[in-house]
């Protein structure tokens, strides 16, 4: 295992920083302006989010710098980048948990991106994928239930069924990331085309369905930990008699379990990348916390327990980070399936790790930290929403323990 940055990793990583120092973290305050902007209008109005001129300024900048797409391994759409180069720039943007979308790297438009590149038609790429490569849209993947246990996908209970030359949707789904937002173009809904097939992970397939269908309501924005996530949003969304036509079909009936697996990898991998950045940054926070306050007639940073929490923070960082490139060399090498149980495992660690960081800073920080006036919130509310997203942690772990239970159970030559 080789984990060096190679030239061309360390050239774009040096840029990333160099935008981030310059662009990203000047503009902080606008950042958090301008979203709370968005937020207010929409609650006035009963609408969504609008998108931030902000971001819009900076993906500019960061296309013109080359900063662009970098998630995509295919170099005829991004940078050409395995997994195990990503890591590294991924956790850079991961610092500011709202940078990523600069770099058109920001979930879900990600993961659907890639989607429709590796399973998309020819016409179904044409309308959607180079509107995605350019930022120009965002997109929403719609798969979560509020009515039954969607930890475990076969239990979805979205209906799609065939009626000629159309399929038409019903079902109600929530926490759809970035489906709040004015440009959300699309959907890629999971649902069921054939809920009687006794193998129950073919019962499933996946559709592009535009957001401007008929039938298609956005009933509430829910809250993440008590947090509005403007300009994206979590919202509850409802899907009824929602017609498109049956070319949206993606890869073909059946197959929405397989588009799933390959679709879900890449995303869990790049949000505990992100994660590391968060916790990078909270432990920076922290230290400059415990040097610069006084208690009990010393600075905290003299104090036995505050250095303990920071070398514990910095052990911390440093699993989760080994853990991650780990599971991307895994994936680079010999496959997201087979690489599965490694990427559950850094599914579970990489949240609970730097959870743990964040709080310990936050502690430092005292009432401070409990308030606007650090993002400290913010990235514990981030890092614990990960302990459900894409799988929650008891599901993982069940994962990785058949995994190594399976050679027990039928040893060879018994």
């Not at 073919?202 to 509005?228: K, W």
Request: aromatic share 8%.
């Amino acid at each position: 295992m080789e984990f060096a940055y190679t030239p061309k990793v360390q050239s774009l990583r040096t840029r990333l920083l160099d935008f981030m120092d310059e662009h990203i973290y000047p503009n902080e305050r606008r950042q958090a302006e301008e979203a709370h902007q968005s937020y207010l209008n929409a609650l006035k109005s009963g609408g969504l989010y609008t998108g931030l001129p902000l971001l819009e300024e900076l993906k500019a900048k960061a296309r013109a710098a080359g900063l662009w797409n970098l998630f995509l391994p295919e170099a005829s759409h991004g940078a050409g980048l395995t997994n195990l180069e990503y890591a590294p720039l991924c956790e850079i943007m991961g610092r500011r948990y709202w940078s990523a979308e600069a770099f058109n790297c920001s979930a879900p438009d990600t993961g659907n991106t890639e989607v429709i590149a590796r399973y998309g038609s020819e016409a179904q790429k044409a309308r959607w994928l180079q509107p995605l490569l350019d930022g120009e849209i965002r997109s929403a993947f719609a798969m979560t239930e509020p009515a039954v246990a969607s930890s475990d996908a076969t239990n979805i209970t979205c209906s799609i069924r065939r009626e000629g030359d159309e399929y038409v949707i019903d079902g109600r789904k929530w926490y759809i990331t970035g489906a709040m937002n004015e440009r959300c173009k699309l959907f890629i809904l999971m649902g069921k085309t054939d809920p009687d097939n006794a193998n129950r992970h073919r019962q499933q397939s996946m559709i592009i369905v535009p957001a401007d269908t008929p039938g298609i309501t956005v009933v509430r924005d829910m809250a993440l930990v008590n947090h509005y996530d403007a300009p994206f949003g979590h919202p509850e969304v409802v899907f009824e008699n929602v017609r498109v036509p049956a070319d949206n079909i993606l890869l073909g009936e059946g197959r929405g379990f397989e588009i799933a697996q390959g679709r879900l990898g890449p995303g869990r991998i790049h949000h505990c990348m992100r994660m590391i950045g968060m916790a990078e940054s909270a432990l920076e926070m922290m230290c400059e916390r415990v040097v610069s306050r006084v208690a009990f007639g010393k600075p905290l940073a003299e104090q036995g327990v505050w250095r303990e929490r920071i070398a514990k923070a910095r052990m911390l960082i440093e699993q989760t980070r080994w853990m991650v490139l780990h599971a991307a060399w895994r994936m680079d090498t010999v496959g997201n399936k087979v690489a599965a149980s490694e990427i559950a495992m850094i599914k579970v660690i990489a949240p609970n790790n730097c959870i743990q960081v964040i709080d310990d800073a936050m502690q430092a920080f005292g009432a401070m930290g409990l308030s606007q006036d650090t993002l400290l919130v913010n990235f514990w509310a981030y890092a614990r929403h990960l302990r459900v997203a894409d799988g929650p942690d008891e599901v993982h772990r069940n994962a990785i323990a058949k995994h190594e239970l399976a050679g027990y159970a039928n040893p060879k030559g018994k």
